[in-house]
């Protein structure tokens, strides 16, 4: 009796859901939204797993899946719907909602790839096309060096700082890591402080299976990593910025998009069309980085202009995902962004868990895909305070990071640079200096840099109402605690 009502409860359930979807969207647009929702959660799943070493149990009970919770009723009630099978011989995630199927599979170096294809034969053959794919050329990240001293082995000391100062940021910390409210709770994974180039304190949710050596997602803060990366290859002279975008979709000289630059797309100010809303699972940056597509690049460049360039600024991944492409197209071989990204700025500043994860065309996901345990996204942010010099070599144009922390002319809030958040107006965080820029991403990543305070702090979380982590303030109280080692 009862498993018949169990049954009788999901065919409502089911029924009840296609009827909403079918009229709030129709056939195909509610056919794309449940891609979305089992793809995100196929990716999401998998690229922990594998790539973090976390349980799915633990990823599914504290974290769910990032897309589906943003979309509300329906994306909870499809969340509920789905099931999903990790594969720890074949690396692999497979989800499954209703009729619909997706599947992500793992690879070393690379990550976790989400295949096209809803069907057993459609998502074989992209698999196979995936798996065959040689990266031999990848190097290894360097050896461990634990026992050297941070940055450059992780060997930490914290006698850099008083007793004093180190008792009052274990109890920002603990406060950090303390869930007072649980109707809004912060979920803090990960912090890290350094100070005049040390790392001075850190904690970590080990209760949720993260520690210092777990990497996390950084979402849009890959975003930033996109511009060093551009610049890195202005200091090699292999582009002008300025010029227009290397972007092979726009080599017609009569498509209106041929004259965007490098420069305008850094700066999002493109013009192009995009759609960020994460609350609708149709929008662009849903369908493009979760639906069922094979390539991600064509579906940005594709899109039309919104506005003439540089006259309209506005938020895009899309245009993030672009910044890919252009460096794959300065490259030799577009296979080679791996290499370059590794061998130009990962190894030299032992990131070594760093993995910028590709779509299944081999397009790296410059604009979500980056993942890092917290010392390393500390030692990105370390890199960015330092002008981009690292161990004594200038990997970066010395004007590149003021560049960067420029605001856009055309974001008229000032808060925006070549993808990197700024302070500048104060408008960030107006009881912040105003010399502060960020990488940021979604559900409260930080990784903030103050070089008037020789301060970088890296928080890592997964905090989907912003109200639950008041990262300005977290920021404040660890300056103030620092002030009497300034004098």
Known sequence: MKTSRRIITALCIIITVSVIGFFLFGFKPLETAMCVGAGSKAKFLCSN???????????????????????????????????????????????????????????????????????EAQIRDSENMVRSRLYA?????????????????????????????????????????????????????????????????????????????????GWSMTKSVASVLTGILAKQGKIDIYKPAPIKHWQNPMDSRHAVTTD??????????????????????????????????????????????????????????????????????????????????????GMRSAIIESDQSGNPGTGSYMWATPRDWARFGLFCLQNGRWNGEQILPETWMKYAATPTPTDLMGHYGAQFWVNTRKHLYPSLPADLYECAGKDGQHVTVIPSQKLVIARFGYTPDTSGWDHEGFVREVIRALRPQKN
């Open 137 to 217: 050329d990848v190097p290894p990240g360097p050896p461990p060096m634990e026992s050297a001293p941070w940055p450059a082995g992780d060997n930490i000391n914290a006698e850099s700082v008083s007793g004093k100062i180190v008792k009052e940021l274990d109890r920002l910390l603990e406060k950090a890591f303390d869930d007072a409210d649980p109707e809004n709770p912060g979920r803090t994974h990960g912090i890290v402080i350094v100070y005049d180039g040390k790392l001075i304190a850190e904690r970590y949710a080990t209760q949720l299976g993260y520690s210092a050596h777990t990497p996390h997602y």
């Open 264 to 349: 305008q797309l850094l700066r999002m100010s493109s013009g192009l069309t995009f759609n960020e809303n994460y609350d609708n699972p149709i929008s662009d940056v849903n369908i493009m980085l979760f639906g069922n597509l094979p390539d991600m690049v064509e579906f940005a460049a594709n899109k039309p202009l919104l506005d003439d360039p540089d006259t309209l600024w506005q938020y895009s991944t899309g245009t993030s995902t672009l910044l890919g492409a252009v460096i794959q197209n300065c490259l030799d071989r577009p296979e080679d962004f791996q290499t370059f990204a590794r061998k130009e700025l990962f190894d030299k500043l």
């Open 49 to 119: 797993v594998f790539i973090s070493f976390r349980t799915p149990e633990s990823v599914l009970e504290n974290e769910a899946c990032n897309a589906t919770r943003d979309i509300g009723f329906l994306g909870l009630l499809g969340d509920a719907l789905t099931t999903c099978d990790v594969d720890r011989n074949d690396q692999s995630v497979s989800c499954r909602l209703l009729w619909i199927k997706r599947k992500a599979v793992f690879q070393d170096h690379l990550g976790a790839t989400l295949l096209f294809g809803t069907t």
